[in-house]
């Protein structure tokens, strides 16, 4: 989503002149909850959707970080990893360079085209071999969930992972 890369990186940019290093982890997931008993669907699908970025800043050999649900102020979010230098977390390390770390992951993964109607779709074709047994009651529950990860760094890394499953019970 371009608004949210716009996001990321204005946090990189408003963070670097403060800091050594700046790294911003974005998570977004949607989950889709699905009933089915008999013949019937019990509920229409269920929604969940959650979302959040962190960051992480090294300076002096020290680390910061900070979280949110909501980026409503760029500037006191990146305040709040900065201050949080003073508890003085010790940070030996620098992080991670496009070219020593993007490499070994894969930069998008390919994904089934997973859906609630995809879920209806297979329940239905297992309900016909169920009915046609006789004598059991069932129930099921599909659950779809849908993750993307996004890290951001100052050195040059830009990292996108996006994960689906499924599941039934």
Do not use: W
Not at 70 to 80: E, H, R
């Amino acid at each position: 989503n371009e608004h949210i890369n716009k996001t990321l990186q204005e946090i990189i940019d408003t963070a670097k002149p403060q800091v050594d290093e700046v790294e911003v982890f974005y998570q977004e997931t949607k989950n889709e909850q699905i009933g089915f008993e008999q013949d019937q669907i019990m509920n229409n699908p269920e929604i969940s959707q959650d979302q959040g970025v962190a960051i992480r800043v090294l300076k002096d050999k020290k680390m910061g970080f900070t979280y949110t649900k909501n980026v409503l102020d760029v500037k006191q979010l990146v305040t709040n990893a900065v201050d949080s230098l003073s508890a003085g977390n010790p940070a030996e390390y620098t992080l991670p360079s496009e070219n020593k770390t993007v490499a070994d992951y894969a930069k998008e993964s390919n994904i089934r085209d997973i859906s609630s109607d995809k879920m209806i779709s297979d329940y239905r074709d297992l309900q016909s071999h169920l009915l046609a047994k006789k004598d059991i009651n069932f129930e099921i529950y599909g659950i779809l969930a849908n993750k993307t990860t996004k890290i951001l760094n100052s050195r040059g890394t830009d990292l996108t992972c996006t994960n689906a499953f499924s599941r039934s019970v």
